[in-house]
């Protein structure tokens, strides 16, 4: 019994047949009930108008070993920072889920041009604590220069350690607990 009979549980086929039932085998086939990876991507590219690689796009294509809950509704796009840095791409629903793409600056937009800064070094700004369904603020000062959505040093007291804020709006920065 040669190799191909043995793995086909006896059954003699013609070596024409083999390339026809590789298809079959196909892992990616297997994994029905998973989102593909090139859909994301696609969804993207619609979104920005531009390719993976190319101003304006994504920076990578999607990591194909990623595992997403297949959608049954269309794939929810939009910016997620006003500096057009990254994409949200979300399927609403049960077993939703949401990722974050990185895009590459286009000329002329928010990101290519830096913003202007929100907060200032030295600024006195109010750092707030936020957690599901609570939140926490006290005075404190910006470390560093930043933009809204940047994520900054700040500090509550002269003597206190520096902690990672980002910045909401102009004095205020948060600190989100989970």
């Known amino acids: 019994m040669d ?5 086909l ?9 083999l390339p026809l039932l590789l298809p079959l085998c196909d892992p990616a ?3 029905r ?29 999607t990591d194909t070993r990623l595992q997403l809950a297949a959608c ?6 939009s910016w997620h920072t006003p500096a057009r840095a990254a994409v949200q791409v979300e399927c609403a629903g049960p077993g939703g889920w949401r990722i974050f793409v990185a895009v590459n600056a286009a000329p002329g937009s928010p990101s290519a041009a830096k913003a202007a800064p929100a907060v200032k070094r ?21 470390m560093e220069n930043g933009a809204v959505g940047d994520w900054i040093d700040v500090r509550t007291s ?17 600190i989100p607990a989970r």
């Open 3 to 7: 190799t191909t009979s043995s793995w």
């Open 9 to 17: 549980g006896g059954w003699r086929l013609s070596p024409l047949a």
């Open 29 to 31: 086939a297997e994994a």
């Open 33 to 61: 009930g998973v989102t593909d990876p090139a859909a994301i991507d696609r969804a993207v590219e619609a979104f920005t108008g531009a390719a993976i690689g190319a101003p304006g796009g994504a920076r990578l294509a």
């Open 72 to 77: 049954a509704a269309p794939l929810g796009v």
């Open 122 to 142: 030295g600024d006195a700004i109010t750092v707030q604590v936020r957690g599901r369904g609570f939140s926490v603020q006290q005075p404190g000062e910006a």
């Open 158 to 174: 002269r003597k206190a350690e520096a902690l990672r804020a980002r910045i909401e709006r102009p004095g205020l920065a948060v």
